[in-house]
């Protein structure tokens, strides 16, 4: 809270300080890397893709990290803090989205995507195809409308991060907090572009699981061992702590854990995420991606659901989201807790900068802005991804403080409209151009209404499982129609 004394532990150094250094540091590294990868960044292709030269670690670490924000960190270990147990619906939805990228994904699109810069260009097919044009623009205009809201909640994430981190400085006001986020995280991809985004996406990726597995072990030492851990969580007595159901029964339960597991079937979706895949090397192992993928996420979302349940079940917070903060502070060392609060911006920035490189590439490369010019290709996409950063900036200043909901509504919409037409392109083949954009327009459209259905309270329906669940199956059903059609 502002006025709080400074925590200071036995080295001396105070909290503020800590978090002060690491945050320094880590800054300090993400502009560095964006120098280095500027020098070999010579072009708008290999600004959007890289050169298609990710090997296993960077292309698995990089598409994990840019695919999980900071709703990994913060906004699931305060969703374990209120639902209990029917949080654990949350691991099969997460991490069999991961399965589902990288076994039917990544393969197909390192292999079939060719020439496509973009996940946009690769649906709408090569030039001169049938109907290609009013794909094109659907999809990058839904791409820029659905991504400005996520990289604005995004930054509003990271405001808060470092209200959490400065209290006296910065109090309940999180816009100087917004301002620093956005301003580092444009710098360095601006300077190296996709490459830059990589490269510390992986840094980033491998401090967050860091973080997951760390908090988790010192909240189970804290309680005195695993058993007595497991002891204190059934201890809990809050209503309905101990259902998977949550407060819901019979069909309404049903839905609202199908509504979680739905999560997963929006990864293939995320344009941020799958053109990771499209920039691996031919020569990198798939197998080690996967399994340095898969591992990364079991340990990510399994730590931060034990944070949860270990707040609630030893300590209070006045806002669920606060969780990890409150462990950090409570279990660790004053140092490490610095790194903690810096993994939370780390977080948030691996999301940051895949997005405004892909919200760039929709202007600049599916729109046909930057073909216009062609000798300033390279310019005009540094120019496009300045803009979005402003732009998304001046919305996270704006819109209501909802980070959560901003995600999910992004996620659903991006994950229905390509996720299914993807599925049904690599795994089956060609889609009729008029299917296949009615894929993306009902799957987009149905999972923006159904958004607003359930905040409005409308239909006796758990939140989730219209928008990530019903509108992704009618989306998918269109686009196998499209597929019978074109192979007719």
């Not at 079940?313 to 279990?331: G, R, T, W």
């Not at 895949?354 to 930057?370: K, P």
């Amino acid at each position: 809270m502002q006025g709080e004394t400074a925590i200071i532990d036995e080295t001396g150094v105070s909290r503020e300080t800590a978090i002060l250094i690491a945050l320094i540091a880590f800054l300090v590294g993400l502009l560095l890397v964006g120098l280095r990868a500027r020098k070999q960044t010579q072009d708008s292709d290999g600004f959007y893709l890289g050169g298609k030269t990710l090997g296993p670690w960077v292309a698995a670490l990089a598409a994990n990290a840019s695919s999980s924000s900071a709703w990994s960190i913060v906004g699931v270990g305060g969703f374990a803090y209120n639902y209990g147990m029917a949080a654990l619906w949350l691991i099969p939805g997460c991490i069999g989205g991961f399965v589902l990228n990288w076994f039917v994904i990544a393969p197909r699109m390192r292999a079939q995507t060719g020439d496509s810069i973009t996940l946009t260009e690769y649906l709408a097919g090569p030039a001169g195809a049938k109907g290609r044009h009013k794909i094109a623009v659907f999809a990058a205009l839904l791409t820029l409308a659905s991504l400005l809201t996520y990289v604005a909640a995004q930054m509003q994430a990271a405001g808060a991060a470092f209200s959490h981190a400065f209290p006296e400085q910065f109090g309940e006001d999180a816009s100087m907090g917004i301002i620093i986020g956005a301003l580092v995280t444009v710098a360095y991809t601006l300077m190296g572009g996709y490459l830059a985004a990589s490269i510390t996406d992986t840094l980033q990726g491998l401090l967050m699981v860091g973080v997951a597995v760390l908090v988790p072990i010192a909240a189970i030492a804290h309680a005195g061992g695993i058993g007595e851990f497991i002891d204190q969580i059934a201890a809990v007595d809050v209503a309905n702590w101990h259902s998977l159901g949550s407060k819901f029964d019979g069909a309404a339960a049903a839905a609202f854990a199908f509504g979680l597991i739905g999560i997963g079937l929006g990864y293939p979706g995320q344009p941020h995420a799958v053109n990771k895949f499209m920039g691996m090397s031919p020569n990198a192992s798939m197998n080690v991606a996967r399994t340095v993928g898969l591992t990364w996420a079991v340990l990510l979302y399994s730590g931060m659901l034990i944070v949860g349940w270990a707040v609630r079940a030893n300590m209070q917070v006045d806002h669920a989201e606060d969780a990890i903060y409150e462990a950090s502070k409570n279990l660790l060392p004053v140092v490490v807790d610095g790194i903690v609060v810096a993994s939370v911006l780390a977080a948030i920035m691996s999301t940051v900068d895949s997005q405004l490189l892909v919200c760039a590439s929709s202007v600049t490369h599916d729109l046909g802005l930057g073909k216009r010019f062609p000798n300033r290709m390279l310019l005009i996409a540094r120019g496009t991804v300045l803009a979005i950063g402003i732009g998304a900036l001046i919305a996270a200043l704006l819109l209501p403080k909802d980070v959560f909901g901003n995600v999910m509504f992004a996620w659903a919409a991006l994950g229905s409209a390509f996720g299914p037409l993807l599925i049904v392109r690599l795994c089956l083949g060609p889609v009729a151009p008029n299917w296949g954009f009615a894929s993306m327009v009902v799957g987009g459209g149905s999972a923006v209404l159904a958004f607003y259905i359930n905040k409005m309270e409308l239909l006796p329906i758990p939140a989730g499982f219209l928008d990530r669940v019903g509108s992704w199956l009618l989306a998918l059903a269109i686009a196998f129609v499209g597929w019978r059609r074109a192979n007719r």
